[in-house]
């Protein structure tokens, strides 16, 4: 270990819509670099942190919550892969779907599985066949 810095967030939950507001909070984490401070400075530490965070938060959290990736018990490391593939590409176009989504209250990622999967399942499968997929959500 080359260095270490010491990272304090003030949390403030008052603007959360879901019960129960926390009073604001202070949280400490520690961070920890192998590369020496010439060439990683705390501003780099700190922006390094800021981007685990964003993936955290963004597509890993869509992927373990909706799609249920860390539940899966597929162990062959070929079906991991194209599993993994498959997921990430159906949460790519469930952005897409979302952010065009007239009914708010339906864009979501569960809202878009369950828009795919009426029908018997025609909508989700015309989308993925066709050569110039147009579709629009509700």
């Known amino acids: 270990m080359q260095q270490a810095a010491r990272l304090t967030r003030f949390i403030d939950r008052a603007n959360c819509k879901r019960p129960p507001q926390k009073p604001p909070e202070i949280e400490t984490e520690w961070l920890l670099s ?68 007239r009914n708010q209250r339906q864009a979501t990622l569960q809202g878009f599985y369950d828009f795919m999967s009426s029908k018997n399942h025609r909508r989700a499968f015309a989308l993925v066949t066709a050569e110039d997929p147009s579709w629009s959500p509700p």
Do not use: K
Not at 54 to 73: A, F, P, Q, T, Y
Not at 92 to 101: G, L, N, P, T, Y
């Open 34 to 101: 192998s590369r020496p401070r010439a060439t990683f400075s705390a501003a780099q530490m700190f922006e390094a942190d800021r981007g685990y965070w964003g993936i955290e938060n963004g597509l890993h959290l869509r992927l373990d919550v909706s799609g249920g990736e860390d539940r899966s018990r597929v162990r062959n490391p070929t079906s991991v892969l194209n599993l993994a593939m498959i997921r990430r590409a159906t949460i790519s176009i469930a952005v897409d779907w979302i952010q065009r989504c």
